[in-house]
């Protein structure tokens, strides 16, 4: 190994240890980032240019140097995002206790967490004040629950919701280490895999939030992977999988289906379709009950209906029809309907343009879930990550440009305490332009013949770093 590479190494591994200490001590010291918000993204800031500068050193690296850099820096990253308090969201506390009421035996979708204090370790009122919603009953699906309760068997000698952390950090590494896989099959270098590996709203989001995207991702990258490779059986046994992680996974079904279909036949498609559908029942088969699916629709109809956070169309379409909130009737029983029908739409239009080749396949992907978040009632920043994973494979700049600016929306917390347009305008306004151009460019495209069905393709372009900076020009 040359002098001039182990300094590029060295330079680079210095940059992202950095960029670690002072996640942790952003941990350690000082307020936690929802109570100083500006601090906390003054840090990504820093962050994301220290992590630019270190993936321009690391994309340089010949292949099997560059994936054990990629993946050691996910690692340290993750590492150092532990050190922070849970403050951006307070969903790890329900993950938390749902893995309590597992761990002492009893069904998690049978009971609102209030009708179970006291009932045994771990479910005591401290904890359930801790909880933004005492009277749903869970609405995380049973691979989720596993995790959730492996987590609560480490209690009392480690905190539940580090466990927690812990778990859904190493499973992100996971998803690293099969999005590289992905970009291989793409004929693609590792170095674009660090848009998502070393991107710091996925390690913040992961390790130092914990949210269950963090298991589906890995699983329907896992997916992807089997699929583009011709094997449709275990293809649908992952995405069940990452959807009994987070049932948005459902989302990729379809595109899977109709790639399937042009790779090995539309019967074989269609059995591991049923083989996809009953493995994704069959882990709800230890919760089966008769309100097991009465409960589960309550609390999905519950949150669909009272919550909303950094929406832009729904607030868009809301205020358009002269919603105040206190003053003017609400709306959304005409807003919601829209909203589906126009969720539907965008998913039909990205099975409509796939055309059998790979990489029409991945984006497609990527813009199905991009969709799904801007048409939802609420967009937090990390329904982002399998999008931005599937993206990144297929060189959007639109997800890359979505994962800097999305954690604008926690400023709502602090200075503001409400929703700004300005800060909606910010992030999204730019978001949609880089949308509606790159869709253009890669509709307009027409695919080589070489990325059919199930020819390699032909290109391994490199990236130019870990920018955001990706070309808005290369074929679906």
Known sequence: MGRGRLIRIGSAALLVLAVAAASAWLGLE????????????????????????AGLLVSSLPRREAVIAILAGAVVLRAGALAAPVSLSDDIERYVWDGAVLANGMDPYAHYP????????????ARLERLNSPRYYT????????????????????????????????????????????????????GWALLYAWCPLVYWEVAAGGHTEALMTPLLLLGVNAALDGEAPKAAVFVALAASAKLTALVAGPLIVIYLAHRVGLGRALASLALGAAAFALGFAPFASETLIPHLRESAMLFSGRFSFNAPVYYALRDSMGYV????????WMVMPALAAATLLWLALMAFVQDGSRRRFVAGLAFSF?????LARVAHPWYLLPALALGVAA??????????????SYLRYEP?????????????VPILITLLVEGAVRLLARSPATTRV???????????????????????
């Not at 209030?114 to 009122?125: I, Q, R, S």
């Not at 909130?325 to 959304?332: I, M, S, Y």
């Not at 060189?395 to 604008?408: D, H, K, N, Q, Y």
């Not at 391994?460 to 679906?476: F, I, M």
């Open 325 to 332: 909130e206190g003053l003017r009737p609400d709306v959304d």
């Open 30 to 53: 000082g307020p936690a980032p929802r109570d100083d918000v500006m601090r906390w993204l003054t840090l990504l800031g820093g962050s994301t240019s220290a992590l630019v500068a």
């Open 416 to 428: 503001f305490d409400r929703e700004e347009p300005m800060v909606l305008a910010l992030q999204f």
């Open 139 to 190: 609405i995380y699906p049973p691979l989720a629950q596993a995790a959730f309760g492996a987590a609560a068997l480490t209690e009392p000698t480690l905190d539940g919701a580090l466990a927690l952390r812990v778990i859904f950090a190493a499973f992100d590494v996971l998803a690293v280490w099969a999005l590289l896989g992905l970009l291989a099959r793409l004929r693609r270098a590792p």
């Open 395 to 408: 060189r959007s700049p639109t997800l890359a440009l979505a994962s800097v600016l999305l954690p604008l």
């Open 370 to 374: 991009l969709g799904l978040l801007l």
């Open 114 to 125: 209030e009708d179970l204090v006291g009932a045994g370790p771990g479910l005591d009122e």
């Open 454 to 476: 199930d020819a390699p393709d032909a290109e391994a372009s490199r990236p130019r770093g870990a920018s955001c900076s990706v070309s808005a020009t290369e074929g679906a």
